[in-house]
């Protein structure tokens, strides 16, 4: 998966802890729950509480999922709204709904590999 937001090595041992059968469910699951996150995220720029919370799950999910850029950039907003710099969130929100948008499709396409 080059110049993939996705690390295929992350969602291989997913599926060798929780099953091939469930990944239809467990991806389903997840794009609903990131897609609220980066929903929150995009409405709550002046919000630092809600900023830490939205930005620190989307990364901890993200990170599980294998959504290792998504993650990243999720993290990235958490350490400045950390720091009290609101001035770079927006930019990386806005960032961080490209991301998604890639990171979404790429988990639509990911077909698993059989054992």
């Known amino acids: 998966m080059n110049n993939s937001c996705l690390s295929e090595e992350t969602l291989e041992k997913l599926l060798a802890d929780t099953g091939i059968a469930l990944w239809p469910q467990l991806r389903t699951c997840f794009i609903d729950e990131a ?4 929903e929150a995220l995009s409405n709550c720029s002046n919000d630092r509480q809600l900023l ?4 620190h799950t989307l990364c901890t999910s993200g ?3 294998g959504a290792i850029v998504l993650s ?9 709204a950390l720091a009290g710099s609101p001035e770079e969130i927006n930019e990386l929100i ?3 709904k490209r991301l998604w948008q ?14």
């Open 94 to 96: 806005a960032q961080l």
């Open 102 to 115: 890639q990171t979404q499709s790429e988990l639509l396409a990911y077909q698993p590999k059989e054992p």
């Open 35 to 38: 897609q609220s996150r980066v």
């Open 63 to 65: 990170a599980t999922f």
């Open 52 to 55: 830490l919370r939205e930005s």
């Open 72 to 80: 990243e950039c999720a993290g990235r907003i958490e350490g400045l």
